[in-house]
């Protein structure tokens, strides 16, 4: 029996170095609820840049909600921007009753990122929810 092999050659093109994006300036969306922190940075159009949570940083149950956890939160998140795309300015935008509103945008600040403006986002019921019906006598 006469074995036959066949060998496939493929060849593979060098592969282009992807050019590094630069975003000077940003935007950073803080989402503060009681049981979380979630940092959003995105370019001025609002395509996602970076992002982090308290939860993702290792916090478990109530402390994700504490002001530590947003800033330490707040730290990766701008640190990871600062160094893939190297992020100088920002306008904050923030949303939500929790503990880390303020600490989040302290932490912005100390981590060398230059605050232009602070706008706070949260929704506000316009109506209020539907009461409950009329109870019958």
């Known amino acids: ?3 036959t092999t066949t060998t496939t050659t493929t060849t593979s093109s060098p592969k282009k170095k992807k050019a590094k994006r630069t975003v000077a300036a940003g935007q950073v969306h803080v989402q503060a609820s009681f049981n979380n922190t979630i940092i959003t940075v995105t370019d ?3 395509a996602t840049l970076t992002t982090a949570s308290a939860g993702a940083c290792g ?4 402390k994700k909600g504490t002001a530590y956890a947003a800033q330490v939160a707040a730290e990766k998140a701008i640190n990871a921007a600062k160094q893939q795309y190297n992020l ?6 923030v949303k939500g009753v929790g503990l880390g509103r303020e600490s989040a945008v302290r ?4 981590a060398g990122v230059a605050v232009e403006s602070i706008k706070d986002v949260t929704g506000v019921p316009h ?4 009461p ?6």
Request: hydrophobic share 40%; aromatic share 6%; glycine share 14%.
């Open 1 to 3: 029996m006469a074995e």
């Open 44 to 46: 001025p159009a609002g």
């Open 59 to 62: 916090f478990r149950g109530s």
């Open 88 to 93: 100088s300015k920002a306008d904050v935008f």
């Open 107 to 110: 932490a912005l600040a100390s």
């Open 127 to 130: 109506g209020g929810c539907r």
């Open 132 to 137: 409950r019906k009329a109870r019958r006598v």
